[in-house]
């Protein structure tokens, strides 16, 4: 009104159109008595338009004013405008509101007179009026009557299908007459003329058959909802408990419907243990469990990561005569899928045509979701393809997952692949998929595509998330690339994103390799200024830059000054856990002599790992037998910084303290500012790295592959890989006899990896007892470093011989860590030494003693020695 008196006052020349427009902003904003207002338009000197009539009409409907509406429609050929579908519609739907059923059936009969034709709006309002109204006759009668009397708008695409809103008011109004049989007809007829029922049509015919006491229909209806994709609500349940308590079969509901809705709750709330408790005590209740109640028990064990008893449940559902649906199998894949179980998963899907179930895509979806957490990229891609020949398409979610199988495999350009041909099934990525293929490029190097990715979704208009921009940082970081990461990360605020941990653990990285140290100070207290806490790897990996260009000692002086911060910010239970053991519990050992303690400091205590034991069953053992300790106020929590292979024996240093404590933080940063000085003692073979006493290194990068779903791993030299620094020296050489097994490589008078060619030494394999010091940690990293140079641990069967059979007298890898020394929580040094274990300090000796009598009185004992090297 404002705006048309401004025009006015200023002399613009308002028409009709501005009026109109005006009207249906009043009706938007539910303004009715304004709309009315307008429509009179007496200063204007205009008449109105059947568009301006129709949004007057509409705005009355909107209100709640019926009579207006019609008064509206009958003036409009008064005013040399004739009504047309629009207008009629939304009188009758104002009628509708109203509950009066007479005059919108008036109206729906004038509309031929008049030349109108009917839509679909007018049915849907004029049954819904006879619904309202109790006129379920009435309501049937139209329903009958609109396919034929909209037979001449078939051939447009988008009144096809008699909708569905109409077949639910007409089953509402058989409901509210209590003609239950023809509500259930109805709804049985829905298919046959292509109309697909939804929750309000069988809520509806539930309730229909409520009120006429039909309990066993409405059961039935119920446990058929979820055949229909459908998940029964508060309504459905409602409608079948109301139903068995008027047939006397409350208790029936109660258990029946209780169960299945309990049942539910606990799989949404991952209770898997209590679903399984209410599924089983159903039959002893005299209620027999339903598709309803084992979907949701399988649902429940597939959150609560219990994927046996998931399929366990599945196997048993023909048994208990209760047949499995989509839901069940989609469910049980799923479980199967987080479980790692990417063969089972492959098997249910496989097995559902047998059993008259069609895979959807939510099936296929699940599979390949599995196979891409199991590294099967390959079966992944083939699921994928195969999904069109069995009519089922493709979604983004199918894709996405195959993108993320080749992600992690590092088959980058068969991710690129993928996301281009998805808008060729008329599909667009979407941002989980477009993050899938940037973490493709970031594992293959290919920062350049990271980042061309990154700005296609912007051209795509995909919105960009701190995922997507974390894998491109990242691949920033793995190309060198630390300015590109940092603009990176200082574009994210314009993008409306909020960096995270794992941004600044990228963009400072990239500062470390790049000893850029300056703006990796500056991240840090960038990180301080948005409420983030530094964490020990970042504080590491900026204290390892501050290293590079400085020294050890601003290195130790910038960690010191965050070590103060994590203090501060310190739980009071975290605090105490450092004074909890005791100096008597060193050298004590577990109840079975395995694991033991060292030594211990303020936030830190040092272990002996044997051979054999993993790194996480030695802290878990070590961690029950302080519980066992009486003057333990509560269990102590131990932390792993770092860890040692399996075949791997020695010290291992172990925080004080849980995740994110100022114990565990304090030696993360340590390990990442490569400031820990560790020592191991190992014996190797091959040609000659030179006299007792020489030093050497390797410092090839290490590329680490998760095998068999990251059960297992193996690391390779390779130029796509992380740094990685190991120096060795010389302890001792032990020559072996001539009548050895040759399985030694042989020196073949070329300088070593090193550059060293040293005239003095024998030619021919040798054993040689190295001091090793790793700089920095990857996996398996002596092992491999030295299998590069050809000189292979003893009894290494991965990386070295490949015989079943190693030494007789060392049945283990030569591998122990001896030493290690790093800072406690006090700032003061903390040192560790573990001697080596028996086993190997005999087979130290046998050697010393071969090569003090001579190889010739030891020939036989030598041969056996160094049987299978």
Same mark, same amino acid.
């Given at each position: 009104?404002?705006?048309?008196?401004?025009?006015?006052?200023?002399?613009?020349?308002?028409?009709?159109?501005?009026?109109?427009?005006?009207?249906?902003?009043?009706?938007?904003?539910?303004?009715?008595?304004?709309?009315?207002?307008?429509?009179?338009?007496?200063?204007?000197?205009?008449?109105?338009?059947?568009?301006?009539?129709?949004?007057?009409?509409?705005?009355?409907?909107?209100?709640?004013?019926?009579?207006?509406?019609?008064?509206?429609?009958?003036?409009?050929?008064?005013?040399?405008?004739?009504?047309?579908?629009?207008?009629?519609?939304?009188?009758?739907?104002?009628?509708?509101?109203?509950?009066?059923?007479?005059?919108?059936?008036?109206?729906?009969?004038?509309?031929?007179?008049?030349?109108?034709?009917?839509?679909?709006?007018?049915?849907?309002?004029?049954?819904?009026?006879?619904?309202?109204?109790?006129?379920?006759?009435?309501?049937?009668?139209?329903?009958?009557?609109?396919?034929?009397?909209?037979?001449?708008?078939?051939?447009?695409?988008?009144?096809?299908?008699?909708?569905?809103?109409?077949?639910?008011?007409?089953?509402?109004?058989?409901?509210?007459?209590?003609?239950?049989?023809?509500?259930?007809?109805?709804?049985?007829?829905?298919?046959?003329?292509?109309?697909? $029922? &939804? !929750?309000?049509?069988? =809520?509806? +015919?539930? @309730?229909?058959?409520?009120? /006429?006491? #039909? %309990?066993? *229909?409405?059961?039935?209806?119920?446990?058929?909802?979820?055949?229909?994709?459908?998940?029964?609500?508060?309504?459905?349940?409602?409608?079948?408990?109301?139903?068995?308590?008027?047939?006397?079969?409350?208790?029936?509901?109660?258990?029946?419907?209780?169960?299945?809705?309990?049942?539910?709750?606990?799989?949404?709330?991952?209770?898997?243990?209590?679903?399984?408790?209410?599924?089983?005590?159903?039959?002893?209740?005299?209620?027999?469990?339903?598709?309803?109640?084992?979907?949701?028990?399988?649902?429940?064990?597939?959150?609560?990561?219990?994927?046996?008893?998931?399929?366990?449940?599945?196997?048993?559902?023909?048994?208990?005569?209760?047949? $499995? &649906? !989509?839901?069940?199998? =989609?469910? +049980?894949? @799923?479980?199967?899928?987080? /479980?790692? #179980? %990417?063969? *089972?998963?492959?098997?249910?899907?496989?097995?559902?045509?047998?059993?008259?179930?069609?895979?959807?895509?939510?099936?296929?979806?699940?599979?390949?979701?599995?196979?891409?957490?199991?590294?099967?990229?390959?079966?992944?891609?083939?699921?994928?393809?195969?999904?069109?020949?069995?009519?089922?398409?493709?979604?983004?979610?199918?894709?996405?997952?195959?993108?993320?199988?080749?992600?992690?495999?590092?088959?980058?350009?068969?991710?690129?692949?993928?996301?281009?041909?998805?808008?060729?099934?008329?599909?667009?990525?979407?941002?989980?998929?477009?993050?899938?293929?940037?973490?493709?490029?970031?594992?293959?190097?290919?920062?350049?595509?990271?980042?061309?990715?990154?700005?296609?979704?912007?051209?795509?208009?995909?919105?960009?998330?701190?995922?997507?921009?974390?894998?491109?940082?990242?691949?920033?970081?793995?190309?060198?690339?630390?300015?590109?990461?940092?603009?990176?990360?200082?574009?994210?605020?314009?993008?409306?994103?909020?960096?995270?941990?794992?941004?600044?653990?990228?963009?400072?990285?990239?500062?470390?390799?790049?000893?850029?140290?300056?703006?990796?100070?500056?991240?840090?207290?960038?990180?301080?200024?948005?409420?983030?806490?530094?964490?020990?790897?970042?504080?590491?990996?900026?204290?390892?830059?501050?290293?590079?260009?400085?020294?050890?000692?601003?290195?130790?002086?910038?960690?010191?000054?965050?070590?103060?911060?994590?203090?501060?910010?310190?739980?009071?239970?975290?605090?105490?856990?450092?004074?909890?053991?005791?100096?008597?519990?060193?050298?004590?050992?577990?109840?079975?002599?395995?694991?033991?303690?060292?030594?211990?400091?303020?936030?830190?205590?040092?272990?002996?790992?044997?051979?054999?034991?993993?790194?996480?069953?030695?802290?878990?053992?070590?961690?029950?037998?302080?519980?066992?300790?009486?003057?333990?106020?509560?269990?102590?929590?131990?932390?792993?910084?770092?860890?040692?292979?399996?075949?791997?024996?020695?010290?291992?240093?172990?925080?004080?303290?849980?995740?994110?404590?100022?114990?565990?933080?304090?030696?993360?940063?340590?390990?990442?500012?490569?400031?820990?000085?560790?020592?191991?003692?190992?014996?190797?073979?091959?040609?000659?790295?030179?006299?007792?006493?020489?030093?050497?290194?390797?410092?090839?990068?290490?590329?680490?592959?998760?095998?068999?779903?990251?059960?297992?791993?193996?690391?390779?030299?390779?130029?796509?890989?992380?740094?990685?620094?190991?120096?060795?020296?010389?302890?001792?050489?032990?020559?072996?006899?001539?009548?050895?097994?040759?399985?030694?490589?042989?020196?073949?008078?070329?300088?070593?990896?090193?550059?060293?060619?040293?005239?003095?030494?024998?030619?021919?394999?040798?054993?040689?007892?190295?001091?090793?010091?790793?700089?920095?940690?990857?996996?398996?990293?002596?092992?491999?470093?030295?299998?590069?140079?050809?000189?292979?641990?003893?009894?290494?069967?991965?990386?070295?011989?490949?015989?079943?059979?190693?030494?007789?007298?060392?049945?283990?890898?030569?591998?122990?860590?001896?030493?290690?020394?790093?800072?406690?929580?006090?700032?003061?040094?903390?040192?560790?030494?573990?001697?080596?274990?028996?086993?190997?300090?005999?087979?130290?000796?046998?050697?010393?003693?071969?090569?003090?009598?001579?190889?010739?009185?030891?020939?036989?004992?030598?041969?056996?020695?160094?049987?299978?090297?």
């Amino acid at each position: 009104m404002c705006v048309l008196g401004f025009m006015q006052a200023s002399r613009v020349e308002v028409n009709v159109f501005h009026c109109s427009a005006a009207i249906s902003a009043c009706e938007k904003a539910h303004k009715w008595q304004l709309a009315v207002d307008l429509l009179q338009m007496p200063e204007m000197n205009m008449a109105p338009s059947e568009v301006s009539c129709n949004a007057a009409i509409s705005a009355c409907e909107r209100g709640g004013q019926w009579q207006l509406a019609l008064r509206i429609l009958s003036q409009m050929p008064d005013l040399s405008v004739m009504p047309g579908t629009i207008s009629f519609s939304a009188a009758i739907s104002a009628c509708e509101k109203g509950c009066q059923w007479q005059p919108a059936l008036a109206l729906l009969r004038q509309m031929p007179e008049v030349n109108v034709s009917y839509d679909r709006i007018c049915y849907d309002a004029a049954i819904s009026a006879c619904e309202k109204g109790g006129e379920w006759q009435m309501a049937l009668c139209l329903l009958h009557q609109m396919p034929v009397a909209l037979s001449l708008l078939s051939s447009m695409p988008d009144l096809r299908v008699t909708p569905t809103p109409c077949y639910n008011a007409a089953i509402s109004a058989c409901e509210r007459a209590g003609q239950w049989q023809m509500a259930l007809r109805l709804l049985s007829s829905m298919p046959d003329v292509k109309v697909i $029922p &939804n !929750e309000i049509s069988y =809520n509806a +015919a539930i @309730s229909a058959c409520e009120k /006429g006491g #039909q %309990w066993e *229909l409405a059961l039935g209806l119920l446990s058929s909802m979820p055949d229909m994709k459908m998940i029964p609500d508060t309504i459905s349940y409602s409608g079948v408990i109301s139903a068995c308590e008027q047939g006397g079969r409350w208790q029936l509901a109660l258990s029946l419907l209780s169960f299945n809705a309990a049942i539910s709750a606990c799989e949404k709330g991952s209770q898997w243990q209590l679903a399984l408790r209410l599924l089983s005590s159903m039959s002893d209740m005299s209620s027999m469990p339903d598709k309803i109640s084992y979907s949701a028990a399988i649902s429940a064990c597939e959150k609560g990561g219990q994927w046996q008893i998931a399929l366990s449940l599945l196997s048993s559902m023909p048994g208990m005569r209760v047949i $499995p &649906n !989509e839901i069940s199998y =989609n469910a +049980a894949i @799923s479980a199967c899928e987080k /479980g790692g #179980q %990417w063969q *089972l998963a492959l098997g249910l899907l496989s097995t559902m045509p047998d059993v008259k179930i069609i895979p959807n895509e939510i099936s296929y979806s699940g599979v390949i979701s599995a196979c891409e957490k199991g590294g099967q990229w390959q079966m992944a891609l083939d699921l994928l393809s195969n999904m069109p020949g069995m009519r089922v398409i493709p979604n983004k979610f199918s894709y996405s997952a195959a993108i993320s199988a080749c992600e992690k495999a590092g088959q980058w350009p068969q991710a690129l692949n993928l996301l281009s041909s998805m808008p060729e099934m008329r599909m667009m990525p979407d941002e989980i998929a477009y993050s899938a293929a940037i973490s493709a490029c970031e594992k293959g190097s290919q920062w350049q595509l990271a980042l061309s990715l990154l700005s296609k979704m912007s051209e795509m208009k995909v919105s960009h998330s701190v995922i997507s921009c974390n894998a491109a940082m990242s691949a920033c970081e793995k190309g060198g690339q630390w300015e590109r990461a940092l603009s990176l990360l200082s574009s994210m605020q314009e993008m409306g994103l909020t960096p995270n941990d794992i941004s600044y653990t990228a963009v400072i990285s990239a500062c470390e390799k790049a000893a850029a140290w300056e703006p990796a100070v500056a991240l840090l207290l960038d990180m301080r200024t948005r409420q983030l806490m530094p964490n020990g790897r970042q504080a590491g990996s900026v204290a390892s830059s501050v290293r590079l260009a400085s020294g050890k000692e601003p290195a130790w002086k910038l960690l010191d000054g965050l070590l103060a911060l994590w203090l501060e910010h310190e739980r009071p239970e975290g605090k105490l856990q450092s004074s909890w053991l005791d100096d008597d519990l060193c050298d004590s050992g577990t109840s079975e002599g395995v694991v033991r303690v060292l030594c211990h400091g303020p936030g830190v205590v040092g272990i002996f790992k044997p051979a054999g034991v993993t790194t996480e069953v030695a802290v878990h053992e070590l961690t029950q037998h302080l519980a066992r300790q009486k003057h333990m106020p509560k269990p102590v929590d131990l932390h792993l910084v770092s860890r040692l292979d399996h075949p791997t024996s020695g010290v291992l240093p172990l925080a004080l303290g849980a995740v994110g404590s100022a114990a565990a933080k304090w030696l993360e940063a340590q390990f990442a500012g490569r400031l820990v000085r560790k020592e191991y003692v190992c014996l190797c073979g091959g040609p000659s790295l030179g006299l007792t006493g020489f030093q050497g290194n390797v410092s090839t990068p290490l590329h680490t592959v998760e095998l068999d779903g990251g059960r297992a791993s193996r690391t390779e030299v390779s130029p796509l890989g992380r740094q990685a620094f190991t120096g060795y020296e010389v302890l001792a050489r032990y020559t072996p006899p001539p009548s050895s097994d040759p399985l030694l490589p042989s020196h073949d008078g070329e300088p070593d990896a090193n550059g060293h060619d040293d005239e003095q030494v024998p030619e021919g394999p040798e054993l040689m007892l190295l001091r090793v010091r790793p700089l920095t940690g990857r996996t398996h990293q002596i092992r491999v470093h030295l299998a590069s140079i050809g000189r292979p641990l003893l009894g290494d069967l991965t990386y070295g011989a490949k015989e079943a059979s190693v030494l007789r007298s060392c049945p283990r890898l030569f591998l122990h860590a001896r030493r290690i020394e790093l800072r406690d929580l006090a700032g003061k040094p903390f040192v560790t030494e573990s001697e080596l274990p028996h086993e190997l300090e005999e087979v130290l000796a046998q050697l010393q003693h071969v090569a003090e009598t001579g190889p010739e009185e030891n020939v036989d004992s030598d041969a056996a020695l160094l049987q299978g090297y």
